[in-house]
Antibody
């Protein structure tokens, strides 16, 4: 059974860089049928897509974060990572890593988040 | 960005009730809608994808439908484990976006 687990510091100072890692266990990251994402949820609020890293290694970021965000993947370690620079209190959130799967039906392809980590709370504060 | 508006924002219901949650898109998104359930302190769980396809392992009391830009999640007979917050998500275009959530609690 595939499992995802986030890790990283729970407290980051304003203007510094937030770095998180998601470790995938119980399966391989070498299947081109899947991509990998970060999603965040500020306390008491809804879900916000952060970014996606595709099997090819290419990335796509939320435009609202694009200039501060970087994602990478290490298939040999079955990990992918997030780096968000110049953080402010607005970046305080639970950060989830998840798997992006694809389904083909009726001539079209749809993607969805079918496996999630438990989430890790990151607070930005001095 | 495509906006998704869920209604109601919250509702109270009893075990055995039929519950319907609606998600309206700001423009046409075909059937590119997914539904998730989130319980307090936990990660979201995929229920339905492509508007009406039930994810493997999800009870058949959950169903989804679409009509134009309106998408509906229905729970045919509410069970105690169904309480929580429900989110719709569109994967029609990037950035993918979520509805604001519908909180379902016990009456």
């Amino acid at each position: 059974q595939l499992q995802l687990q986030e890790s990283g510091p729970g407290l980051v100072k304003p203007s510094e860089t937030l770095s998180l890692t998601c470790t995938v266990s119980g399966g391989s990251m070498s299947n081109s049928a899947y991509s990998w994402v970060w999603i965040r949820q500020p306390p008491g609020k809804g879900l916000e897509w952060v970014g996606t890293i595709y099997y090819s290694g290419s990335t796509y970021y939320n435009p609202s974060l694009n200039s501060r965000l970087s994602m990478s993947i290490d298939r040999s370690k079955t990990q992918f990572s997030l780096s968000l620079s110049s953080v402010t209190a607005a970046d305080t959130a639970v950060y989830f890593c998840a798997r992006l799967s694809y389904s083909y039906s009726g001539g079209f392809s749809i993607d969805y988040f079918d496996m999630w980590g438990q989430g890790t709370m990151v607070t930005v504060s001095s | 960005d495509i906006q998704l508006t869920q209604s109601p924002s919250s509702l109270s219901a009893s075990v055995g009730d039929r519950v319907t949650i609606t998600c309206r898109a700001s423009r046409s998104i075909s059937n590119y809608v997914n539904w998730y359930q989130q319980k307090s302190g936990k990660a979201p769980n995929l229920l339905i994808y492509a508007a009406s396809t039930l994810q493997s392992g999800v009870p058949s009391r959950f169903s989804g439908s679409a009509s134009g830009t309106d998408f509906t999640l229905t729970i045919s007979s509410l069970q105690p484990e169904d309480f929580g917050t429900y989110y719709c998500q569109q994967s029609y275009t990037t950035p993918t976006t979520f509805g604001q959530g519908t909180r379902l609690d016990m009456k």
